[in-house]
């Protein structure tokens, strides 16, 4: 049956509520928005005439339009307002007993034909459901905050909900210019699912003093790409909300990895609970604002006077991608850099690499002949490790295999002279065991360039438990006085980037391998949902699946709990041979 729907309610007038009355408006639907009285209803008018206002001082809506649209939406505070929708959708509390009394309320209001929708974004849409005598007229309709905004809705279908009315949701989400993914009653969903463990893992990483608020964030930004670092982001979405996601996905899944970290509850019940009340993991100069002010945890500022090793002369072993990204760093910045490599055409490759590398940074008005000159006048080639002798800092940028290092560092020892500092560029591999094959471990730091090394900003500078001070100091020096954003971490599987984004990746693979989503839903939430650059399957056909695996099993050996167990499906498609991009198949055909 083939169900119309132009006749809206929402029950809840808060940002997320009004937001979709504003969405329902701009596109031609007639709106009936309720709230519980008067006051809340004036406050619900007052969000849609201040978002309308902002678009139309940003030219994106006619002052005409404006009024069309507000001409639109009838406002109410009675439930009985609703009686000739076409569907109603609540945005109330995310509490389970409210949205059960409010569905039960209207059940006895709205015609029989009515959908009823939930805003909910952990709740079982079911258990809401059966609070009303027709419960397969029901059905979740997730909403992303800012609703005008963010183009996924998540249509949530239980095990009762009639097809017709999936049909007809998924209509209007398109006709209201979003982007549908139909999904199952499950905590979390799509989008929450994967974004609330990587958050929760954050947390902990944050409560354990392995890092710092500050370099988590800036890890996730400009490590990946994402649009905001997780405690940042955590903020913005209120840690009473996310404490109600986490606690509902832990309590259907009971995996540890949901389960909120202590931290959230002991900041959610003293109130700190993000941007709304000014206060959460950074402080606001005002309840609701976004602007972050200085606070007892705000790094100091730099005084320059930290001890710190100089740095005149620098080497790379290694004439791979990320080798090449980084004397062409370290060579557009003014140092003298020596490059070893096994053999004079592996050499060879290298400086044609940059000189390419560099044509094109000329061809895009980024450089210039002169500086491309300059630049390449800095790279010196060797086929011997004794060419790094008087060098101040060496770099290996080898095999990502312990052996491989081990014995490069070893040899290095011999070579170098007393006081350089020795680092390695590993992305998973203990910067301590190649240190220790060394008589100088304090002088070993890890120096973790992110691919392509030209263009990424982000480096994760790693200690040890005995890396010397100034050589971490040094380090994180150096990392700025070439352009990139250094942030500082413990020597732990994955470090900062890889043990929050890899985690994330086989949930996603868990998803799909329990048939939950597909990869192009799963893809399409997270990129329209959260704003992320690439999905979970786009990326790991870009990283290549052998390589997420041996990084996940790598956080699993360390951490030793199984929720970070490789997905069997991940494993099995490794094993044949289906790594991604570089094998032209992976999670899709290249």
Known sequence: MERAVDNIGVVGLGTMGAGIVEVCARHGLRVVAVDMDDAAVERGRGHVERSTGRAVERGKLGADEQQELLGRITFAASLDALADCDLVLEAVPEVLEIKRELFGRLDQVVPDACILATNTSSLSVTEISVATSHPERVVGLHFFNPAPVQKLVEIISTVVTDPDVVTAVRALAERLGKTPVVVGDKAGFIGNYLLFGYLNHAMSMYESRYATR??????????????????????????????????????QGRDKLHAPSPILKQMVTAGLLGRKTGRGFYTYDAPGSGTVVPDAQTPAADTGTAPTREVRSVGVVGTGTMATGIVE?????????????????????????????????????????????????????????????????????????????????????????????????????????????????????????????????????VSTVSTAADVEETAVQLCRAL????????????????????????????????????????????????????????????????????????????????????????????????????????????
Do not use: W
Request: glycine share 8%.
């Open 214 to 251: 500050e370099d988590l964030d800036a890890a996730m930004q400009f490590g990946c790409g994402y649009p905001m670092g997780p405690l940042a982001l955590l903020d913005l979405i209120g840690l009473d909300t996310a404490y109600q996601v986490l606690d509902t996905m832990y309590r």
């Open 483 to 590: 352009g990139k954003v250094p942030v500082r971490c413990g020597d732990r599987a994955g470090f900062i980037v890889n043990a929050l984004l890899f985690p994330y990746l086989n949930d996603a693979v868990k998803m799909l391998e329990a048939h939950y989503a597909t990869a192009d839903d799963i893809d399409t939430a997270m990129k329209n949902g959260c704003a992320l650059p690439m999905g979970p399957f786009e990326l790991l056909d870009v990283v290549g699946l052998d390589v997420s695996y041996a990084i996940q099993r790598q956080l699993y050996l360390e951490f030793r709990d199984r929720g970070y167990a490789p997905a069997p499906l991940l494993e099995h498609m490794v094993t044949a041979g289906y790594l991604g991009r570089k094998t032209r198949r992976g999670f899709r055909t290249y």
């Open 329 to 461: 760093v370290f060579a557009k910045a003014g140092y003298p850099v020596t490059v070893v490599g096994r053999s004079d055409d592996k050499v060879a490759g290298v400086t044609a690499a940059i000189t390419a590398s560099l044509d094109k940074a000329i061809s895009k008005g980024k450089a210039t002949p002169a500086s491309k000159e300059e630049a390449l006048r800095q790279v010196t080639g060797a086929t011997d490790v004794t060419a790094l002798a008087d060098v101040d800092l060496v770099v290996e940028a080898i095999a990502e295999d312990v052996e491989v290092k081990t014995a490069m560092f070893r040899r290095l020892d011999e070579v170098c002279r007393p006081g350089a500092i020795l680092a390695t560029t590993t992305s998973s591999l203990p910067v301590i065991q190649v240190a220790a094959a060394t008589s100088r471990p304090a002088d070993v730091v890890g120096l973790h360039f992110f691919n392509p090394a030209q263009v990424m900003k982000l480096v994760e500078v």
